[in-house]
């Protein structure tokens, strides 16, 4: 609808104060108490987490030096808390494109720490400029943290199924690859990227399916009915017990869908965003669909 996408256009524009009555229902909170209470409060509904500190694309390795110790202070936090849940990031929020050796530096400590409390990070992946050293810096960390590390692959960048074939030498039946696989966020050109709702769609299929006939343990991160359930054919027709799968989806998108999937007796990872830098990530969230412009047009109402 134009009327969505005008709105998606003009939200950068908008009053901040505007934008948090919309964002708040898809962003945790500003700060890391917040986040743990509600990562607490879905716990207790069965769902597992996983927390990522908003902020991507810095331009100062200052940046990344303080984002390497919030996110250890995170770990130490949760940990205390009990928090049933794991941790994401984005590795150009540690510098990787300002300096890849920092970068891997500073993502090695975070994951060292997560394996200290025998847990795990996942490494988000951005745009294409990022995948190759994404990939390789997956691989570095692979190795000296078999159980402790996973990585993000999109669907929708033509590369993937080859991608996933590349980094099978990482992968045994004792300690199996892990990949979250979503369909994919950011624009590309058509020549590197499917572009159609169908295409992507079977890609994704395809990908998740090579994943189960050779043991991957994916993370299944979707909204999307249809991908979900084609999810449940390949969980059924390869007979992949519980224990060997998640499906994954954003906080506060598709709730609903959300509760089918757990009372179907499958495991859910709720992805939990929070931090001050949640307005470059509301943006975004828009800018990929529209159709939220309508909740902006609810807050507007529902504010006072």
């Known amino acids: 609808m134009w009327f969505n996408k005008l709105v998606a256009a003009l939200l950068p524009l908008l009053p901040k104060k505007l934008v948090w009555f919309f964002s708040k229902r898809y962003i945790a909170g ?50 205390a ?51 190759d050293l994404e990939i390789d810096m997956f691989r570095k960390l692979k190795q000296e943290f078999p159980k402790n590390v996973g990585l993000v692959l999109q669907a929708y960048m033509r590369r993937t199924m080859d991608d996933i074939k590349n980094m099978l030498d990482l992968h045994s039946e004792e300690i199996p690859i892990n990949f ?70 954003l906080y506060g998108v598709t709730p609903h869908l959300r509760q089918r999937i757990l009372d179907k007796g499958y495991n859910l990872r709720v992805y939990i965003p929070f931090g001050k830098d949640w307005f470059a990530y509301s943006t975004r969230r828009l800018k990929e669909n529209p159709k939220m412009a309508q909740d902006i047009i609810k807050a507007i109402f529902v504010r006072g």
């Open 81 to 131: 808390e009990n928090v049933r849940g794991n941790y994401s990031l984005k590795p150009t929020m540690f510098g990787l494109l300002i300096d890849k050796d920092i970068c891997y530096q500073n993502i090695r400590e975070i994951v060292k720490k997560a394996a200290f409390h025998d847990n795990f990070v996942r490494i988000d992946m951005e745009d294409s400029q990022c995948v």
């Open 30 to 79: 500003k700060t890391l108490q917040e986040a743990i209470r509600i990562s607490k409060k879905l716990n207790a509904q069965n769902y597992m987490v996983t927390i990522d500190l908003l902020g991507e694309f810095i331009t100062k390795l200052e940046e990344a030096e303080k984002n390497k110790n919030n996110y250890l202070n995170i770990i130490e936090t949760m940990e």
């Open 180 to 249: 979250r696989l979503c369909k994919g966020i950011y624009v590309e050109p058509e020549s590197i990227a499917y572009k159609k709702y169908d295409e992507i769609n079977r890609h994704f299929l395809e990908d998740l399916e090579f994943m189960f006939q050779k043991g991957i343990y994916p993370g299944i991160a979707t909204h999307d009915v249809p991908l979900v359930e084609g999810a449940y054919k390949l969980i059924e027709k390869y007979k992949v017990p519980n224990d060997k799968f998640e499906f994954q989806m």
